[in-house]
């Protein structure tokens, strides 16, 4: 670590005054119930380390990885410790003495080029889509049946669109949709469900041509450099847009925007007067709707009986943005929808970017969790904003599952167009997107 | 210094993954939330009375120190394992037996966390009051060691209240059961409660029996805002004398309020010198009959502002204040030190203007914040332990705030304990009778001084 990291993380862990107060809200604490598990106790280790107490040894590492980063921690401690800050000075600094392990690297080195990304994933997709529905069937990825995971789209989603998508009728204003490259390669039908919605809302859509990999993968597993590029790129891009909004639909790359660019951008001494102007215009495409949810034809003209919705909030949409009620006023403003709150609905659901792969066990007590929380609401679909939650929480259902995993928009979509909500397919049996 | 081949012994009694030697896993127990420390041998996590039983034998045989950890949050290093040796971490051991309705009983594990207990009687009807404000982490094995209270105490009282059996584990690795599912019990001494409150210095706690009682139907929270601290202090009083038994009755001082104002921008009024919280319960009808009385005697007694709470919403709106006292203060500096004196009722106005004499008298800044309807007053010293200057006025206040609180009829700790921060001063409110007696029983039940040695009463 640079003396600044250094001492910002020092700054940090003096502010722990070792109340525990952390230590029932940390999910991972709660599957292994040892203090190696509680923030709290990540934080005295890293002062230790500080201290110069105990080398950056093989079992402290394992202890600073095996953390959600879904700051549960931060929001319930008192004194204010900023726990993700530390635990990201210090993946940072792993990265730096020993380097990534070569598959993530060969992900992310993926993912911050979007032209070898997408020329990759275009070729992959006839071999890939192959390879999982016919090989792999029996493996797993981490808790994940290979057999389960998302088929890649048919043609990237972005490629369909070119220059500016007309509304349904005169124009009301101008956004920009960031895809985000989960909808862009994987979920096309998520995407479509976004433009559907904006054009109801009279709205002008830009997909900007020159995207980026948001990097937030990247930046939260410890790697500050290799996505300073698309970050400033997407900052340059977005920034100067003239538009009214920049719309996301996945939480991560909402959160990267509101939050991770500035703080990157600060760590490498680089000026944020762009990356504030991004900060101010990006919102959540379920904010952006909830707020004129009225202005949408929802036919009323529903008869056939309700079915039962309820949703989770993503790590990165609640915690990192303070997104909560937004997507619960669309799903309760739906005629056909019965909408129940879940308990701990706020809870992670256990995926945590690579986490759920990196520690497969403690990941499926967590996610178990989560999934017998939605299971007792009785719902036929959870909705959830986040991508990587709809994986974790799709992928690890079973058979008997009679439940859905979707986008709330994809709900909406429905709503507008009239097509029944029960013709999703169970996230139990069926592939995921 | 632990043998290799005692090791190898204790590790096979729990196996892999419940037992630590490694020198991460044991500097991770080597703190509570206290200011003190000690790094243990060995860190074992045991899932039985069997397994519990077992390792006293061995550490018996072995004359090893022993401390009981639960989740650690005591505020008075009561959980570190300051002489090495083994830290019996019961985390783990957390299974709640039965929930008996019947009988109104509930039989559980130490590692329950209250709060998850709390939970599973909500769903049920059922109640069991004692709410330190460590609730939402901290064990019912650590909440009986310390024999812990909170706000509810007013009305329903402490752990020891609730409390009819245990089964204890003892130094020597035997299995001790007192008390039992009956809500009367006279036969024989009361072991039970010998236990409460004996920080893990008498045995080890290995299955608790409480009583519970029905869930009530409504709660209802007022704030009334007060110029003057006399004020307040005085309506504690009314209260009671007009017939209502609140469930809890909360004081936060002037320095706490600007504390909390200057952090959560709650609106509160700086100028005052206490806000008074009462919480009311039972049926509605009583529970709306008696705000509407407390709030005519909070104007009666001078209070220029009262709030009621409508809502749970509001109910919780007015706690933010209240609960935000110890965040709010542990903000402004690196070192917080939550103190624990308790007074009689009638002299809470005075032990409150003794804490501020002392804050002036050692130029340190202490909010505070009481359960006044039970005479605790919780002073939040706020410092930083690596500057030895300021510690040393910082120990001398404490000091003199836990003399001024016996002086004044009290006591040193409401339900935070002795351990290692008040074992000196112990003696000053005992008396040598009472030392000696204390003294004898830690012998009886601990003859090699190896359960939680250090903590609560010297041996030498
Ligand atoms: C923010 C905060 C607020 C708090 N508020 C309150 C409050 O309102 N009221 C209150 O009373 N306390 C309060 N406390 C103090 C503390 O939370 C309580 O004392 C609690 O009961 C400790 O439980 P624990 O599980 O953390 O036990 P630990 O701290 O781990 O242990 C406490 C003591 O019990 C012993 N022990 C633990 N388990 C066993 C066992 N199974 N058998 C024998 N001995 C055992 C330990 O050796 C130690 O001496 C607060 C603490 C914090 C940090």
Same mark, same amino acid.
């Given at each position: 670590?640079?003396?600044?990291?250094?001492?910002?993380?020092?700054?940090?862990?003096?502010?722990?005054?070792?109340?525990?107060?952390?230590?029932?809200?940390?999910?991972?604490?709660?599957?292994?119930?040892?203090?190696?598990? /509680?923030?709290?106790?990540?934080?005295?280790?890293? *002062?230790?380390?500080?201290?110069?107490?105990?080398?950056?040894?093989?079992?402290?590492?394992?202890?600073?990885?095996?953390?959600?980063?879904?700051?549960?921690?931060?929001?319930?401690?008192?004194?204010?410790?900023?726990?993700?800050?530390?635990?990201?000075?210090?993946?940072?600094?792993?990265?730096?003495?020993?380097?990534?392990?070569?598959?993530?690297?060969?992900?992310?080195?993926?993912?911050?080029?979007?032209?070898?990304?997408?020329?990759?994933?275009?070729?992959?997709?006839?071999?890939?889509?192959?390879?999982?529905?016919?090989?792999?069937?029996?493996?797993?990825?981490?808790?994940?049946?290979?057999?389960?995971?998302?088929?890649?789209?048919?043609?990237?989603?972005?490629?369909?669109?070119?220059?500016?998508?007309?509304?349904?009728?005169?124009? &009301?204003?101008?956004?920009?949709?960031?895809?985000?490259?989960?909808?862009?390669?994987?979920?096309?039908?998520?995407?479509?469900?976004?433009? /559907?919605?904006?054009?109801?809302?009279?709205?002008?859509?830009?997909?900007?041509?020159?995207?980026?990999?948001?990097?937030?993968?990247?930046?939260? $597993?410890?790697?500050?450099?290799?996505?300073?590029?698309?970050?400033?790129?997407?900052?340059?891009?977005?920034?100067?847009?003239?538009?009214?909004?920049?719309?996301?639909?996945?939480?991560?790359?909402?959160?990267?925007?509101?939050?991770?660019?500035?703080?990157?951008?600060?760590?490498?001494?680089?000026?944020?007067?762009?990356?504030?102007?991004? *900060?101010? &215009?990006?919102?959540?495409?379920?904010?952006?709707?909830? #707020?004129?949810?009225? #202005?949408?034809?929802?036919?009323?003209?529903?008869? $056939?009986?309700?079915?039962?919705?309820?949703?989770?909030?993503?790590?990165?949409?609640?915690?990192?943005?303070?997104?909560?009620?937004?997507?619960?006023?669309?799903?309760?403003?739906?005629?056909?929808?019965?909408?129940?709150?879940?308990?701990?609905?706020?809870?992670?659901?256990?995926?945590?970017?690579?986490?759920?792969?990196?520690?497969?066990?403690?990941?499926?007590?967590?996610?178990?969790? *989560?999934?017998?929380?939605?299971?007792?609401?009785?719902?036929?679909?959870?909705?959830?904003?986040?991508?990587?939650?709809?994986?974790?929480?799709?992928?690890?259902?079973?058979?008997?599952?009679?439940?859905?995993?979707?986008?709330?928009?994809?709900?909406?979509? $429905?709503?507008?167009?009239?097509?029944?909500?029960?013709?999703?397919?169970?996230?139990?049996?069926?592939?995921?997107? | 210094?632990?043998?290799?081949?005692?090791?190898?012994?204790?590790?096979?009694?729990?196996?892999?993954?419940?037992?630590? =030697?490694?020198?991460?896993?044991?500097?991770?127990?080597?703190?509570?939330?206290?200011?003190?420390?000690?790094?243990?041998?060995?860190?074992?996590?045991?899932?039985?009375?069997?397994?519990?039983?077992?390792?006293?034998?061995?550490?018996?045989?072995?004359?090893?120190?022993?401390?009981?950890?639960?989740?650690?949050?005591?505020?008075?290093?009561?959980?570190?394992?300051?002489?090495?040796?083994?830290?019996?971490?019961?985390?783990?051991?957390?299974?709640?037996?039965? !929930?008996?309705?019947?009988?109104?009983?509930?039989?559980?594990?130490?590692?329950?966390?209250?709060?998850?207990?709390?939970?599973?009687?909500?769903?049920?009807?059922?109640?069991?009051?004692?709410?330190?404000?460590?609730?939402?982490?901290?064990?019912? %094995?650590?909440?009986?060691?310390?024999?812990?209270?909170?706000?509810?105490?007013?009305?329903?009282?402490?752990?020891?209240?609730?409390?009819?059996?245990?089964?204890?584990?003892?130094?020597?690795?035997?299995?001790?059961?007192?008390?039992?599912?009956?809500?009367?019990?006279?036969?024989?001494?009361?072991?039970?409660?010998? +236990?409460? %409150?004996?920080?893990?210095?008498?045995?080890?706690?290995?299955?608790?029996?409480?009583?519970?009682?029905?869930?009530?139907?409504?709660?209802?929270?007022?704030?009334?805002? +007060?110029?003057?601290?006399?004020?307040?202090?005085?309506?504690?009083?009314?209260? +009671?004398?007009?017939?209502?038994?609140?469930? @809890?009755?909360?004081?936060?001082?002037?320095?706490?309020?600007?504390?909390?104002?200057?952090?959560?921008?709650? %609106?509160?009024?700086?100028?005052?010198?206490?806000?008074?919280?009462?919480?009311?319960?039972?049926?509605?009808?009583?529970?709306?009959?008696?705000?509407?009385?407390?709030?005519?005697?909070?104007?009666?007694?001078?209070?220029?502002?009262?709030?009621?709470?409508?809502?749970?919403?509001?109910?919780?709106?007015?706690?933010?204040?209240?609960?935000?006292?110890?965040?709010?203060?542990?903000?402004?500096?690196?070192?917080?030190?939550?103190?624990?004196?308790?007074?009689?009722?009638?002299?809470?106005?005075?032990?409150?203007?003794?804490?501020?004499?002392?804050?002036?008298?050692?130029?340190?800044?202490?909010?505070?914040? @009481?359960?006044?309807?039970?005479?605790?007053?919780?002073?939040?010293?706020?410092?930083?332990?690596? =500057?030895?200057?300021?510690?040393?006025?910082?120990?001398?206040?404490?000091?003199?705030?836990?003399?001024?609180?016996?002086?004044?009829? %009290?006591?040193?700790?409401?339900?935070?304990?002795?351990?290692?921060?008040?074992?000196? !001063?112990?003696?000053?409110?005992?008396?040598?009778?009472?030392?000696?007696?204390?003294?004898?029983?830690?012998?009886? +039940?601990?003859?090699?001084?190896?359960?939680?040695?250090?903590?609560?009463?010297?041996?030498?």
């Amino acid at each position: 670590m640079d003396h600044q990291e250094t001492q910002e993380t020092k700054d940090i862990v003096n502010r722990c005054n070792k109340c525990g107060l952390c230590t029932s809200s940390c999910p991972v604490y709660q599957q292994v119930l040892i203090e190696a598990a /509680n923030p709290r106790g990540r934080i005295q280790l890293v *002062k230790y380390f500080l201290e110069g107490k105990i080398p950056f040894s093989k079992r402290f590492k394992e202890i600073i990885l095996t953390c959600l980063l879904c700051e549960t921690c931060v929001v319930n401690c008192p004194s204010g410790v900023r726990h993700d800050q530390v635990f990201n000075n210090l993946r940072a600094e792993l990265v730096k003495q020993y380097g990534l392990n070569w598959k993530k690297r060969l992900v992310f080195q993926l993912l911050t080029n979007e032209k070898l990304l997408h020329s990759s994933i275009i070729f992959a997709r006839l071999g890939r889509n192959w390879l999982i529905e016919n090989l792999a069937k029996g493996m797993r990825i981490g808790n994940i049946p290979a057999g389960k995971l998302p088929l890649v789209n048919p043609r990237p989603f972005r490629d369909q669109f070119a220059g500016v998508i007309c509304p349904d009728g005169e124009p &009301k204003g101008r956004i920009f949709y960031f895809t985000g490259c989960f909808t862009n390669y994987f979920a096309g039908n998520v995407g479509q469900a976004v433009v /559907n919605v904006l054009k109801k809302l009279r709205l002008e859509i830009e997909i900007p041509a020159a995207e980026d990999c948001c990097g937030i993968a990247a930046i939260l $597993s410890g790697e500050r450099d290799l996505p300073l590029k698309n970050v400033q790129q997407n900052i340059s891009t977005l920034s100067r847009a003239r538009v009214d909004a920049v719309l996301v639909d996945c939480a991560t790359c909402g959160a990267a925007f509101r939050k991770e660019y500035i703080d990157l951008l600060k760590r490498k001494g680089l000026d944020t007067t762009q990356a504030e102007i991004l *900060k101010g &215009k990006t919102q959540d495409v379920m904010e952006y709707v909830a #707020e004129r949810i009225d #202005e949408l034809p929802l036919r009323k003209d529903y008869t $056939s009986e309700k079915i039962r919705v309820t949703y989770h909030d993503p790590c990165h949409l609640v915690r990192a943005q303070g997104v909560s009620s937004a997507p619960r006023k669309i799903l309760q403003a739906l005629p056909q929808v019965e909408y129940v709150e879940m308990e701990e609905a706020n809870a992670c659901c256990g995926g945590g970017g690579t986490f759920q792969f990196d520690f497969p066990e403690v990941a499926k007590g967590i996610t178990g969790k *989560k999934i017998k929380r939605i299971r007792e609401t009785g719902a036929r679909v959870v909705a959830t904003g986040c991508p990587g939650c709809r994986v974790t929480i799709g992928g690890n259902m079973d058979e008997q599952d009679r439940i859905a995993v979707l986008h709330p928009l994809q709900l909406l979509d $429905s709503a507008l167009t009239g097509k029944g909500l029960d013709k999703f397919p169970f996230a139990g049996t069926g592939r995921l997107c | 210094m632990l043998s290799q081949v005692v090791k190898d012994e204790l590790k096979a009694i729990v196996g892999e993954g419940r037992y630590f =030697d490694n020198e991460e896993d044991l500097l991770l127990y080597s703190y509570d939330a206290f200011i003190v420390q000690g790094q243990p041998e060995a860190a074992l996590l045991p899932v039985s009375t069997e397994e519990v039983s077992r390792i006293m034998k061995v550490a018996s045989r072995e004359r090893i120190p022993v401390t009981a950890r639960g989740a650690g949050t005591n505020l008075a290093g009561g959980s570190v394992p300051t002489r090495g040796g083994i830290v019996l971490v019961f985390t783990k051991m957390n299974r709640i037996i039965e !929930i008996d309705k019947v009988n109104r009983v509930a039989v559980f594990q130490p590692g329950v966390i209250n709060m998850e207990f709390q939970k599973e009687l909500t769903k049920r009807g059922l109640y069991y009051p004692p709410d330190p404000g460590s609730m939402a982490v901290s064990t019912m %094995g650590g909440n009986v060691a310390e024999n812990a209270g909170g706000p509810r105490a007013v009305k329903y009282g402490v752990t020891s209240d609730y409390l009819l059996g245990l089964e204890v584990v003892l130094a020597s690795g035997e299995v001790l059961r007192t008390g039992g599912k009956t809500l009367k019990n006279v036969t024989g001494y009361n072991l039970t409660q010998l +236990f409460c %409150g004996s920080e893990g210095t008498l045995g080890l706690i290995t299955e608790i029996t409480v009583k519970l009682i029905p869930l009530p139907e409504t709660k209802r929270t007022l704030q009334a805002v +007060f110029k003057n601290l006399s004020d307040a202090g005085r309506t504690v009083a009314r209260v +009671f004398e007009i017939g209502i038994l609140p469930v @809890a009755l909360e004081i936060v001082d002037k320095v706490s309020i600007n504390v909390i104002e200057d952090y959560m921008h709650l %609106g509160l009024p700086r100028e005052a010198e206490a806000l008074l919280l009462i919480e009311v319960d039972g049926p509605e009808a009583a529970v709306a009959g008696e705000s509407g009385r407390l709030t005519q005697l909070c104007r009666e007694m001078g209070a220029h502002e009262v709030k009621v709470a409508g809502t749970v919403e509001e109910n919780d709106e007015i706690w933010k204040a209240r609960r935000s006292a110890y965040g709010a203060g542990a903000r402004l500096r690196p070192t917080a030190i939550a103190e624990d004196c308790t007074v009689p009722v009638g002299n809470l106005v005075a032990m409150f203007q003794e804490v501020t004499r002392i804050a002036e008298k050692y130029q340190l800044l202490i909010p505070v914040v @009481a359960h006044a309807g039970d005479g605790n007053l919780h002073p939040l010293i706020l410092t930083d332990s690596s =500057d030895q200057e300021e510690m040393k006025r910082v120990v001398k206040a404490i000091d003199e705030i836990s003399r001024k609180a016996v002086e004044l009829g %009290g006591t040193l700790t409401g339900e935070h304990g002795i351990g290692i921060a008040k074992r000196e !001063i112990l003696p000053f409110e005992l008396g040598e009778v009472a030392m000696e007696i204390t003294r004898n029983i830690k012998k009886t +039940f601990d003859p090699l001084n190896i359960l939680n040695p250090d903590k609560v009463v010297l041996i030498v």
